[in-house]
């Protein structure tokens, strides 16, 4: 089975990317630049109209938020960046509805709001946010608030204004959760095919591939440090057999039998893979020779003492296994090829029992 995902589901939203989808930081980007110079037009009309306050405003905010786009090209914090401009919009938005700004169609770009809030957060913070403006535009229309603070607005484009915000802020909600949800499954979809790339669909091991990759890895990482790993290379005895007298579905249950005892003996950081049909490669990263030779015996008389069950009969099952430990710069390849080596010493010797790549062995 797939592993679970248990990150939070807008964390996961906002670190995968569909195919077109603009990213947070680069649309908040755009929008300041479009945001600068637009404040910085209406403010030279309203030097025009010799509105110093409104002036003052509306450079201040235009300057704060150019400094939150730099910042965030110093800092790189995604989290600080979208904090900062959901509370600079809200304080722009909040002012123009206030003042009136240019004789009250300032308000209109409250409309820009619910679509944008929604975007760069989470569902919480867009819920919040638009359910607080909603009510404070309702608050200023009111007769408290005209009383307060002397707006211009009609009682008619009062209520038009609220009808209108509060059906938009309702559909962006609706939109962002459909969008939310179809994200969610774009997710687990791709840890679906990622999982099936990187597993065996019978056994839920690695699969070659993987396996291969995992090899690279550790191999790597003994480059660096220089801290040994080992490879069991085994395989399964007479399969050929099981699977001629039986059938093909008694050889899935020993290939079954196999990858839960190795599920079960080997310890949570080993690698374990089905290298091919009826192969298994276990990789145990940091681990000398003589501990390798014991896990790998331990895993072949786990083995032995167990048999399937097939139409009324019990099927032994045993397996011969090959250990090769990394040996000075020697390749990869180099060891699979000395695992191999040992696996055949061990098959030709009657089977049941772990072979060294040093050509050491010891018998069942």
């Given at each position: ?33 479009a945001a600068v ?95 607080g403006g909603w ?185 011969s296994v090959g ?42």
């Open positions: 089975m797939p592993e679970l995902n248990t990150q939070p589901p807008d964390r996961e939203l906002a670190e995968f990317r569909v195919k077109g989808e603009i990213p947070v930081p680069i649309l908040i980007t755009w929008l300041t630049f110079p637009a404040l910085c037009f209406f403010a030279y009309r309203a030097n025009l109209r010799a509105d110093l306050q409104t002036v003052l405003a509306l450079i201040a905010f235009a300057s704060l938020l150019a400094i939150n786009s730099l910042v965030y090209y110093v800092s790189h914090n995604d989290t600080l960046l979208r904090r900062g401009f959901i509370v600079l919009i809200t304080g722009l938005f909040s002012y123009l509805a206030l003042f009136a700004i240019e004789d009250g169609a300032g308000v209109m770009w409250l409309f820009a709001y619910p679509p944008i809030v929604f975007y760069i957060s989470d569902a919480r913070v867009g819920i919040i946010a638009c359910l009510a404070g535009l309702a608050l200023l229309f009111s007769p408290l608030g005209k009383a307060i603070f002397e707006t211009p607005y009609s009682a008619s484009f009062s209520l038009i204004m609220i009808t209108a915000l509060g059906f938009e802020m309702a559909t962006c909600y609706v939109l962002d959760q459909s969008r939310r949800r179809s994200k969610l499954g774009l997710i687990k979809l791709a840890n679906q095919f990622e999982y099936a790339a990187k597993h065996d669909a019978l056994t839920g091991l690695a699969n070659r591939r993987e396996g291969h990759a995992r090899l690279d890895a550790e191999y790597e990482r003994y480059l660096r440090n220089n801290r040994a790993f080992s490879a069991l290379l085994m395989d399964i005895d007479l399969f050929k057999t099981v699977n001629d007298n039986y059938g093909h579905q008694a050889g899935d249950q020993m290939i079954m039998l196999v990858a839960n005892t190795l599920k079960a003996e080997c310890r949570r950081v080993d690698t374990l893979a089905r290298w091919g049909g009826e192969e298994f490669l276990v990789l145990l990263p940091e681990t000398d020779h003589a501990v390798a030779l014991k896990i790998a015996n331990r895993v072949r008389e786990s083995i032995a003492s167990q048999s399937i069950e097939f139409e009324g009969q019990n099927i032994a099952a045993t397996i250990v090769a430990t990394i040996q000075g710069s020697e390749s990869i390849d180099r060891l699979l090829q000395r695992a191999d080596e040992a696996l055949y010493q061990a098959k030709t010797q009657g089977r049941n029992q772990v072979c060294s790549g040093a050509n050491h062995h010891t018998a069942a």
